[in-house]
């Protein structure tokens, strides 16, 4: 359901409210739980790790950044938008900036950036320290041993999905209540420089790609507000491979995949409010896109209407081509893979290090993207 928003600042350039969602959080709380840091070193880390997920002051407050068109007006109510969503684990959007300023010179709309939940400023800053999440990294490799990929950049989301697996699907439950704030501000004129009317769109990269395909199977009125165009994402979560320095460790990656499909009826039974929350459209939307052995909804229908457009790297390790065609098989969807040099990755997927390779890519994918979305 659409909350009413408190907007906290709306510009042509910015729009900032307060979420309304944080009771959907996870009610884990590390406080209580039994000390685990293992050196001194690691102290700091676990302390700014120790709030409870509905006392994170930074991810209730939902800043989203507005890029226009170069050529538009002060003033000029655009009559397109883009909702542009970005990866796990990110937290800044230098990466994305090219991306929607080139979405918005091509279709001369309005890019609105949207945070999902404890990611970029929705997150305390000390997260993303690299100093003081050195020593929970070190922690975390003293604590499992044959661990891999643990680094200061993913320490803090590891851990926190190491101690409670539900907190993926619940940050997600709310970043998916707050997208659909959003668009019912703009459709409430609350968006200074957007028409009310716009044609709206939406470019998903990876995670947030899967967001995208979880509310168009979830919302018939969400998959209808808009055209999507996915781009490295895809599969079912399963078939995912995010263990990386700047994703996740393989502790947690085996800890998701262990509760949501492995063991999830005995956590469903054991936690009567995350039953009630997955027992919703879009819990069960989500469930199916975790694995197909989980019951499955109107993926077909769903992503053969052609307002689903799927682009990505032929060598993604992340979101890998086989299973990216795996899941739109049978629904009409032609996945293209942009064949990139290698320094292209899925977390760098433009690395200026390919040479006019890239920059010709850059150029046929967001030619493409523009053209899809508002075309």
Not at 92 to 110: S, V
Request: proline share 5%; with cysteine; glycine share 8%.
């Amino acid at each position: 359901m659409v909350q009413t928003l408190r907007a906290l600042t709306a510009t042509e350039t910015e729009f900032v409210w307060e979420s309304s969602h944080a009771d959907l959080l996870s009610s884990y709380d590390p406080g209580a739980a039994a000390a685990r840091p293992r050196m001194a070193s690691s102290a700091e880390g676990f302390a700014t790790l120790a709030a409870a997920d509905g006392q994170v002051a930074e991810n209730r407050r939902v800043r989203c950044p507005i890029l226009r068109p170069a050529e538009a007006r002060s003033g000029e109510a655009l009559a397109r938008a883009c909702v542009l969503l970005h990866g796990l684990n990110e937290r800044g959007w230098e990466k994305y900036l090219g991306w929607a300023q080139a979405i918005a010179d091509r279709a001369r709309c309005a890019v609105i950036l949207f945070p999902i939940a404890f990611h970029m400023d929705r997150s305390p800053a000390s997260w993303a320290n690299l100093g003081i999440m050195r020593g929970v990294s070190k922690d975390r490799i003293a604590r499992y041993p044959g661990l891999r990929q643990s680094s200061m950049a993913n320490a803090a989301i590891s851990e926190r999905l190491d101690e409670d697996p539900a907190r993926f699907y619940r940050s997600g439950l709310m970043a998916a209540r707050d997208l659909g704030d959003l668009v019912g501000a703009l459709r409430s004129g609350e968006l200074p420089g957007i028409a009310d009317d716009a044609t709206l769109g939406f470019f998903g990269y990876s995670i947030g790609a899967y967001l995208l395909q979880c509310l168009t199977l979830a919302d018939a009125r969400f998959a209808a507000a808009g055209k999507r165009f996915l781009f490295c994402g895809g599969p079912f979560l399963s078939a995912m491979t995010p263990v990386s320095k700047y994703i996740l460790d393989s502790r947690a990656h085996e800890r998701i995949l262990d509760f949501w499909i492995h063991d999830l009826e005995a956590e469903l039974r054991r936690d009567a409010k995350l039953a009630a929350l997955v027992d919703t459209p879009e819990g069960r939307a989500y469930r199916a896109m975790v694995d197909p052995r989980h019951p499955q909804m109107n993926r077909l229908s769903a992503f053969s209407d052609g307002a689903t457009r799927v682009a990505s790297l032929e060598g993604d390790d992340v979101m890998p081509k086989a299973a990216i065609v795996d899941f739109f098989e049978g629904t009409g969807v032609a996945p293209i893979f942009l064949d990139l040099p290698r320094a292209c990755t899925h977390i760098a997927p433009f690395n200026p290090l390919g040479g006019e390779a890239v920059r010709s890519a850059f150029e046929q994918l967001f030619d493409e993207a523009a053209a899809h979305l508002f075309g």
